[in-house]
């Protein structure tokens, strides 16, 4: 072979080597968007999930009279196929209430994996005015829940809005909005409480309110609490404010419930209640928070650092998003998820939507039928970083 055929087909070998990295190199850097997984509740409707440190998912459900029925604890980890056989959590049959969705169970995980259970009583009670809120914890050998306790002793008149937070260090937050026990009555004087423990849920602290400045707070809309990695507290609620508006509030508290401040206001001017959702979960860097506004699922970042909120997202929807739930993966992958079409005694559909790390769209929106009435979606983030909807 002459010199001159010599270096070309080097030349040749060298291209085709060299394209065969160059391509072996974007497949591994290519960033394929997430699958998302669809799992009907099991045997019930409301669910509620949160994932411990280990990877097992926790899930609490309700099932029988969407005004006096049960709620039920299942949880499967990512080597075990399916779920484990239920536990029920109430003690006390038939004295759960879910009807509206905002007075449906919350599910928190706290330290060395113990579930923990907020939940509105069916009924009344003697205690106080209004219905019972209790908490239960599941017991140290994680066969049972231990007797529930109504965390109210004066700042009562419950509507909607309960929510549990708790992180490794054994906080526990169990937190509501109600009627102050002093001072005059209406949406306008409601206020945020909460208790706190110190010793993963044996006992708390006497409740205390929690948002600095008067905003009231929507009688019938929930509410969302949050504990981040560094041990951050954040609440997620709807005010109720004498000018007719019902903006969305974001507390924060870097001192364990010593003291908050108001990161943020969605401002919405509609006099009635919308019976409103909430979510927050940990991203990667930041906290998300989503929540709803005009019949639109919104979502945003919170800097843990400076607690600045980002520019608000709102998702692709078709027709009235309630119940917005967000998740991130470890990569910055997000995914939302709402119900459209849902309201009361009827159901809908579920949709959601995947963003990018850098908050956009990432595809088109997806749809299907089949949300029950009283039910919401939950989600979580498999170890793989895909992501599971349960409804």
Request: glycine residues 10%; contains cysteine.
């Amino acid at each position: 072979m002459s010199p001159r055929l010599r270096s070309v087909a080097l030349v040749m070998v060298l291209g085709i080597w060299f394209s065969a990295l160059t391509g072996m190199r974007c497949r591994l850097l290519r960033h394929e968007p997430p699958r998302v997984e669809l799992v009907r509740t099991p045997d019930g409707i409301h669910p509620q999930t949160a994932v411990d440190g280990d990877g097992v998912v926790h899930l609490v459900y309700f099932k029988g009279d969407p005004a006096a029925g049960d709620i039920y604890y299942t949880h499967t980890a990512a080597s075990t196929p399916g779920f484990s056989r239920s536990l029920r959590v109430n003690t006390q049959a038939s004295n759960v209430l879910v009807k509206g969705n905002v007075r449906g169970p919350q599910i928190a995980v706290g330290a060395r994996g113990r579930v923990h259970v907020v939940w509105f009583g069916a009924g009344q009670t003697p205690k106080h005015p209004g219905a019972a809120l209790y908490y239960a914890r599941l017991n140290d050998a994680g066969t049972a829940f231990e007797r529930e306790r109504d965390m109210v002793d004066y700042d009562a008149g419950l509507d909607g809005g309960l929510s549990v937070a708790a992180d490794d260090q054994r906080n526990v937050y169990v937190t509501w909005h109600g009627q102050g026990r002093d001072g005059p009555k209406g949406e306008t004087e409601r206020a945020v409480f909460f208790r706190r423990s110190t010793d993963a849920g044996q006992s708390f602290s006497a409740e205390r309110r929690a948002n600095p400045t008067r905003t009231g707070a929507c009688g019938c809309c929930g509410m969302r609490a949050f504990v981040d990695r560094a041990g951050a507290l954040y609440l997620l609620y709807r005010a109720a404010f004498e000018t007719g508006r019902r903006d969305e509030v974001l507390l924060a508290s870097r001192d364990h419930g010593a003291t908050f401040r108001i990161v943020q206001r969605d401002a919405w001017d509609i006099d009635a209640c919308p019976m409103s959702m909430a979510s927050l979960s940990q991203g990667p860097t930041t906290v998300i928070a989503a929540w709803e506004t005009a019949d639109r699922a919104l979502f945003a970042r919170v800097d843990p650092q400076t607690l600045s909120v980002s520019k608000k997202f709102a998702a692709p929807s078709r027709d009235n998003a309630k119940h917005p739930v967000i998740v991130a993966n470890p990569r910055g992958d997000m995914l939302l998820a709402w119900t459209e079409g849902t309201g009361w005694e009827k159901g809908g559909a579920l949709a959601w939507q995947l963003y990018d790390r850098n908050d956009a769209p990432v595809g088109a929106a997806h749809r299907v039928d089949g949300v029950p009435p009283w039910s919401l979606p939950s989600a979580y983030v498999q170890p793989d970083g895909n992501f599971t909807i349960v409804f």
